[in-house]
């Protein structure tokens, strides 16, 4: 990691804040990791073997269709029900589950050193998860437990009071990442913050889609 003289925390972040924003969005599934992460010990431990993988989503794409449903939500309920009876779909169970989960060579060190680059030329560099996976096992990874993220955008479950999975909180799919891709040129990351929708001058924009890349 390379380091910089400066008297105190709050100067080193005054430098940095003063630097353009480059925004690296990632896709997880295929992109970080070689498969689904769900495909990567969940599916396995609820009664399906290796072979059985492609049948756990054939019948949630099943399910979607015959119910006019979004394929992710779909996925989401189909493994709060065949967790019955083996155990509770908590947010620890599934951090767990995406702490196994197999990254690509590299990947592990990738967000801290690409940073350091931007920063050695003049570049702010932030790190975005867009992801129809699971917020709460990409927040088991190593990388993500450790601040690789500004933040993350994923699919994600409601926990009762216990802390059981309950209800999908959020689903994200298809077209609808580009909305975070707005979220993140306007400044504006909290999704229940209606002023994504608000119109802002360029200039005023904090990461132009010029200063995106999308991996």
């Not at 990567?40 to 073997?49: A, D, P």
């Not at 967790?83 to 990738?110: C, D, S």
């Not at 500004?150 to 209800?167: E, L, R």
Request: glycine share 6%.
């Amino acid at each position: 990691m390379i380091t910089y003289k400066t008297d105190s925390k709050e100067s080193l972040e005054s430098f940095e804040s003063s630097m353009p924003v480059l925004a690296m969005c990632y896709d997880f599934d295929k992109t970080l990791t070689p498969d689904d992460m769900q495909a990567q010990g969940f599916i396995q431990s609820v009664g399906y073997n290796e072979e059985q993988i492609k049948q756990f989503w054939q019948e949630s794409n099943e399910l979607a269709k015959k119910n006019d449903m979004d394929n992710n939500l779909a996925y989401m309920y189909k493994m709060i029900q065949e967790a019955v009876g083996h155990f509770y779909i908590t947010k620890e169970k599934l951090m767990e589950y995406g702490n196994q989960v197999e990254l690509y060579e590299g990947v592990r060190t990738w967000f801290e050193r690409i940073r350091d680059y931007g920063l050695e030329h003049g570049v702010r560099i932030e790190h975005y998860i867009i992801s129809s996976g699971l917020k709460e096992m990409i927040e088991g990874t190593e990388m993500a437990k450790e601040g690789a993220f500004t933040k993350i955008y994923a699919s994600a479950f409601m926990f009762d009071d216990k802390g059981v999975a309950v209800w999908p909180a959020q689903a994200i799919n298809y077209t609808n990442k580009t909305q975070f891709l707005f979220r993140i040129q306007k400044g504006i990351l909290d999704i229940n913050d209606t002023g994504v929708n608000d119109y802002i001058k360029p200039e005023n924009q904090r990461v132009p889609f010029r200063n995106m890349i999308y991996i």
